[in-house]
């Protein structure tokens, strides 16, 4: 419990450091507004085109009798919809990551400055960190993707489908969220996908604690553009918590003729 206690203060911690530094609350926002007003557009489009794709994709139905025609397609429609809607819930933190890289990599090592102790930034060329985001986010939605497709079945379950898919859902979209929302700050130290992975996965409680509150604000898309700047501070803080910054041992001090005093 201590542990879940802490991933909810590092997101706390981070939405309180970006409204006590203004100027990078907006400077992080931007990306967000960007990426919304392109999911936006995409989701309108999908809305006005989404039953015209679903007749073109099942002619069988040509020949139906109403109302099974109607309710059919109609089922098929509202599906199409919810699944591109939930698709933009789940990526909607990978691309704006992806389209905000340097500003929200800045915002990670402003707050390493602030709380002392940041690493030196990776010395990579911008194109080099663009093409590792997006192969590391590629790699996460096809995880997303493989236990979304899970989930879904287990949902057929009776009882089980209505009462603990949802919860463990929530839980897996906490966990993803947290991950890629950390992607900047471990990327930074050069963690790779896999040790951020084990390092996760061995903090679950932490983990949860940070991205399940997230996937509920995320859900409503307009607390998630501004929670974005403070959600990446708040990762940051989170992977401090995960890599503790070690202290310098100093090499001893010996003086000539005198034998080394240090005790292995």
């Not at 392109?38 to 489009?45: D, E, K, M, T």
């Not at 679903?54 to 699944?83: E, H, I, K, M, Y």
């Not at 989930?151 to 993803?176: D, E, K, M």
């Not at 399940?212 to 700047?229: D, E, H, I, R, W």
Request: proline residues 7%.
């Amino acid at each position: 419990m201590r542990d879940l206690a802490a991933g909810i203060r590092h997101l706390a911690d981070g939405q309180r450091w970006v409204l006590r530094h203004g100027r990078w609350f907006g400077f992080g926002l931007l990306p967000a507004l960007i990426t919304l007003v392109g999911y936006a557009a995409a989701l309108v489009v999908l809305a006005f085109w989404a039953d015209d794709a679903t007749t073109w994709a099942t002619p069988f139905a040509d020949g139906w009798s109403s109302p099974w025609q109607g309710l059919f397609r109609g089922l098929l429609t509202a599906v199409l919809f919810g699944g591109g809607l939930l698709l933009a819930v789940l990526t909607f933190a990978a691309v704006t990551l992806l389209v905000g890289q340097p500003f929200y990599e800045s915002l990670a090592e402003r707050v390493d400055v602030t709380e002392g102790g940041a690493p030196d930034a990776p010395d990579i060329p911008l194109w080099r960190e663009l093409w590792l985001s997006l192969r590391d986010s590629l790699r996460v939605l096809v995880r997303v993707v493989a236990w979304g497709i899970a989930l879904f079945a287990l949902g057929f379950i009776p009882f089980v489908g209505q009462t603990v898919v949802p919860v463990v859902g929530f839980c897996v979209s906490g966990f993803f969220l947290a991950l890629e929302l950390t992607a900047v700050a471990f990327q930074r130290r050069a963690v790779p996908l896999r040790e951020r992975l084990r390092l996760l996965r061995g903090r679950m409680m932490l983990t949860l604690g940070f991205g399940v509150p997230l996937v509920l604000l995320f859900l409503v898309p307009l607390l998630a553009v501004f929670a974005m700047p403070g959600a990446v501070a708040g990762a940051t803080l989170l992977v401090r918590d995960l890599l503790p910054a070690q202290e310098e041992t100093p090499e001893p001090v010996t003086a000539p003729g005198l034998p080394n005093l240090r005790k292995d």
